[in-house]
């Protein structure tokens, strides 16, 4: 399956082409993320922004997951092995980002102007994420990545504590 990519995410280091291949066999998140990163918000097939508990936390325990090997790529002077890796993960961050502020990803041209409004988000995250996306591959961007995941994990902790707190109230 074909999947039009609008003018708004046709961005490097995410995507070049105004078309990507889906092989429609894919169903789990992180299979379906990695072949066509933004699928979701793309596509809007499903609105994990709308079920935010449900997806946010699948996306952190995914940097989880990845983080060993590209602390191994680049502990071994090996940038280039985590490429790939560091280009899909960002592009997690920054869907973990905005659904947990129950926002879609409108697109990469303007995601730096647009995470100023988020009311959840990391500290400096708009200058942080514009150095990642400057130089994805770079040790650095690496380091920041690594940081701002583990930032985003406490602020969605906290966010979650915070409407479990404004709904028993609100009861």
């Known amino acids: 399956m074909n999947i039009d990519i609008p ?10 082409e ?20 933004f699928y979701y918000d ?3 097939e499903k609105k994990p922004w709308e079920k935010k508990h449900v997806y946010v936390p699948l996306l952190l325990e995914w940097w989880k997951d990845e983080e ?12 280039n092995a985590a490429k790939r890796k560091m280009i899909i ?8 980002l905005f659904w947990m502020n129950e926002r879609k990803v409108q697109g990469i041209k303007t995601v730096t102007k647009e995470v100023k409004s988020l009311e959840y988000k990391p500290v400096n ?17 690496y380091v ?10 406490k602020i969605y902790a906290k966010s979650k504590v915070i409407e479990t707190n404004k709904s028993k109230l609100e009861n």
Request: proline share 8%; aromatic share 14%; with cysteine.
């Open 89 to 96: 993960m960002t592009a997690v961050f920054i869907d973990a």
């Open 7 to 16: 003018l708004t995410f046709q961005v490097p280091p995410f995507y070049n």
């Open 125 to 141: 995250c708009e200058e942080r994420l514009e150095f990642i996306l400057n130089g994805p591959i770079r040790y650095h961007t």
């Open 18 to 37: 105004s078309y990507v291949s889906k092989d429609d066999t894919l169903s789990s998140l992180k299979d379906i993320c990695q072949a066509a990163p």
């Open 42 to 44: 793309i596509t809007m």
């Open 68 to 79: 060993p090997g590209l602390e191994y790529f680049y502990a071994n002077r090996n940038p």
């Open 144 to 153: 920041q990545l690594k940081a701002l995941f583990m930032e985003l994990r």
